[in-house]
């Protein structure tokens, strides 16, 4: 590979040539589905996160 660079690159260019590259739809439904899967897994943390401060703030007498 380093010894020939322009070869390296030829080779790039036809092995970009053979990716399937995902359509508009495709790409709008899997964006769709993280953001949705981040913003369950968001919500689920901010629930561990609160319940984990009530029982510390319960075990320090600081509740209320």
Known sequence: M???????LREV???LGRVTW???K???VTTALVLGMVA????FF???D???????RALFGAAG
């Open 13 to 15: 260019r036809v092995e």
């Open 46 to 48: 901010f629930g561990v």
């Open 40 to 43: 369950i897994t968001g919500l």
């Open 26 to 28: 495709e790409t709008t």
């Open 50 to 56: 609160q319940l984990i401060g009530l029982a510390v």
């Open 22 to 24: 995902p359509g508009r």
């Open 2 to 8: 380093a010894a020939n660079p322009a070869k390296f």
